[in-house]
Nanobody
Framework: QLQLVESGGGSVQPGGTLRLSCAAS????????IGWLRQAPGKEREGVSC????????NYADSVKGRSTISRDNTKNTVYLQMNNLKPEDTAVYYC????????????????WGQGTQVTVAS
C-alpha cells in the first residue's frame, strides 16, 4: 500500500520557521515527483511546491517563493519543505503527494497522498 506520512507542523509566530517532512512507506519515493499542497479553512487546496524525482527541477507558488525550499533525500525516502519567515496566511493543513512528474506545483498523476500536518502561524 502506497503511503505518505507528513510531520513537522506546529504553531509558530509570524517570522518563524518550520521544516515539514514527507516520508514514504510501501514504495520507493525516489521514483516519484513529490509535491506539497495546502488547504486553509474555507479555501480550496492549492499547490505550494513540487520537486522532480532526482531533485533537478523544483517549482514554487508565488505565495511561498523566496521563503520556502523543497528538497529530497532519497536515501532516507523523505522530502522536506523548509519554510521561513512564516506569515499568518500560511496557516493551513499541509499535504504531500506523489506522482510521476510535476505539473506546475502539483505532482501528476497523483498516486498517493498523506494525511496532512497542521501549520498555524499566529502571534
Amino acid at each position: 500500500q502506497l503511503q505518505l506520512v507528513e510531520s513537522g507542523g506546529g504553531s509558530v509566530q509570524p517570522g518563524g520557521t518550520l521544516r515539514l517532512s514527507c516520508a514514504a512507506s510501501g514504495f520507493t519515493l525516489a521514483n516519484s515527483a513529490i509535491g506539497w499542497l495546502r488547504q486553509a479553512p474555507g479555501k480550496e487546496r492549492e499547490g505550494v511546491s513540487c520537486i522532480s524525482t532526482r531533485g533537478g527541477y523544483t517549482n514554487y507558488a508565488d505565495s511561498v517563493k523566496g521563503r520556502s525550499t523543497i528538497s529530497r533525500d532519497n536515501t532516507k525516502n523523505t522530502v522536506y519543505l523548509q519554510m521561513n519567515n512564516l506569515k499568518p496566511e500560511d496557516t493551513a493543513v499541509y499535504y504531500c503527494a506523489a506522482g510521476t512528474y510535476c505539473s506546475g506545483y502539483t505532482p501528476y498523476p497523483t498516486s498517493a497522498w498523506g494525511q496532512g500536518t497542521q501549520v498555524t502561524v499566529a502571534s
